[in-house]
């Protein structure tokens, strides 16, 4: 099949080179020129394990291409997946100008049959007003919409794309339906589902799913912080609560909080949906309220530790990007820590694999940047572990004891044995654990 992909980004840049692995020719659209440019000259302007192999056949293999012209890029796809952002407007639901500003272009550029994807995160109705632009210039017959909402995980974005859980496409055509069914059937050869539903319903299927996986990890952050003021271990009380098979063992575990482009951005967007419904919907606002209090957990943990005063302290920040295998720092918690202990006073040192590029750009000289964990914790009063980067996980203790100017170490991910680290001589804090 011959597929245009509209914004080449995270998820664009993955879906596009996903479906040229199997055969498919695909043009990737921009508006970034810069990014075009590097795409052009085989460069992977961003992170993400296992893509550059991809990206690099298939380029060769003369299957994936780019442009920012996007009436040359979409001229002979047969499909064309609108990748675009939808970050949250000013009032917290999901902007759609960058949809449907393309989907007006579009409607002045096509003139044989395509089908129209939403890839993006996109409110339930957005399928509609997406029809709704279109048909003001072209005839119903040259287009269907179809919402086909992504449920990668930036850092196994390959993994999960190309094996995925489930493909979700909603539409009421069935000619849509088909040529969907026949994209996506290699990436389900070993029975995984196709389900086929109405727009409004895979729209919602998005922003359900997002909102019940953000809803777990704030579940459990009050359940640690609770385990913390009665004694009990969140460690043991995840085991035996993930161990039943009607809860499950993923996504249980408590930490710093949610963060990345995707679930504040989401939750808070169904939120706003749910209020223009005139629908009271409590479990969302308190799923936003308990992140936003333990995105500052760690911090008032350290500040608590050094007696409020941290004015001559400095921190070494391990970890700034909000997960780990991904450079993406959007709403990441390490923001909101750096910031809280920077207004505190405290110095800080921080290291991550891949994403001080991202984090230079926001704090330049506010903060020092480390080549190596270890230049990071050189001197440094205390340890922070943001990220649960493989990387920090079988350190070298006593060189990070011989490094620290006192052994302290707050954890935000659990990475250590509270035991293990007691033995070592460490002070070492960590989240729902006695220490
Ligand atoms: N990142 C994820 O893990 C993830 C997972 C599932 C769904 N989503 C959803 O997918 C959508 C895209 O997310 P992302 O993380 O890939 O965003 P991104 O910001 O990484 O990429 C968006 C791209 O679109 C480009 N763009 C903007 N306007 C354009 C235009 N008019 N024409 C062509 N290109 C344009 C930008 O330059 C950028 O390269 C969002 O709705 C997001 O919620 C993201």
New binding site residues.
């Given amino acids: 099949m011959k597929i245009a992909v ?8 993955v879906t596009g080179t996903c479906f040229a692995e199997t055969g498919n020719t695909v043009t990737c ?4 020129v810069e ?1 075009v440019a590097k795409m052009k000259d085989g460069e992977v302007p ?1 992170y993400e394990p296992g893509l550059e192999l991809l990206f690099e056949r298939n380029t060769r293999q003369g299957r994936l291409f780019f442009t ?1 012209d ?1 009436a040359a890029g979409v001229k002979d796809a047969q499909i064309i997946f609108l ?4 970050p949250p407007g000013e009032n917290g639901s ?1 902007d759609l100008s ?1 949809i449907l ?2 989907a007006e ?1 579009l409607s002045g550029i096509i003139t044989d049959y395509k089908v129209i994807v939403d ?4 409110p339930v109705g957005t399928a509609e007003k997406v029809e709704k632009v279109l048909s003001r210039k072209l005839d119903r017959s040259l287009f269907d919409v179809v919402s086909n ?6 850092g196994v ?1 390959v993994e999960d794309f190309l094996k995925p859980d489930r493909v979700v496409i909603g539409t009421s055509s069935e000619k849509a339906a088909d040529i969907m069914r026949t994209l996506y059937k290699p990436f389900v050869m070993q029975g995984n589902p196709i389900i086929v539903m109405d727009v409004r319903s895979a729209e919602m299927t ?1 922003y359900a799913a997002n909102s019940y996986l953000a809803a777990r990890i704030s579940f459990m952050n009050e359940i640690a912080n609770l385990c913390e003021k009665l004694g009990a271990n969140v460690d043991m009380v995840r085991k035996g609560m993930g161990s039943d098979t009607r809860i499950g063992k993923r996504f249980l575990f408590p930490g710093v909080g949610y963060g ?3 679930f504040p ?2 939750v808070k967007a169904l939120s706003k949906t749910a209020e223009e419904s005139s629908y009271d919907f409590k479990i969302i606002k308190s799923v936003m309220e308990v992140n936003d209090l333990q995105k500052k957990r760690l911090s008032q943990k350290i500040i608590a530790y050094f007696g409020k005063d941290i004015r001559d302290k400095t921190i070494a920040v391990w970890g700034l990007a909000f997960k780990p295998n991904t450079d ?1 720092i959007r709403e990441a918690p390490a923001l909101t820590i750096i910031d809280d202990l920077l207004t505190a006073g405290a110095d800080i040192k921080a290291f991550d694999p891949e994403a001080i590029a991202n984090v230079e750009k926001i704090y330049g000289d506010k903060i020092s940047f480390c080549d190596s964990p270890y230049e990071a914790v050189y001197q440094a009063d205390a340890l922070a572990i943001i990220t649960e980067w493989s990387v920090f996980r079988t350190p070298d203790f006593d060189k990070i004891k011989e490094f620290l100017v006192s052994p302290v170490i707050f954890d935000g991910r659990n990475i250590y044995d509270p035991d293990v680290m007691k033995d070592l001589g460490f002070h070492y804090e960590s989240i729902g654990r006695p220490g």
């Fill in positions: 509209v914004g080449t980004g995270y998820v664009g840049l659209i921009d508006i970034d990014k961003i920012t996007l990748a675009l952002p939808t999901a960058y500003s393309v272009d890839k993006s995160t996109v909402p992504e449920f990668l995980r930036e974005a998005k990345g482009s995707c951005k989401d993406d």
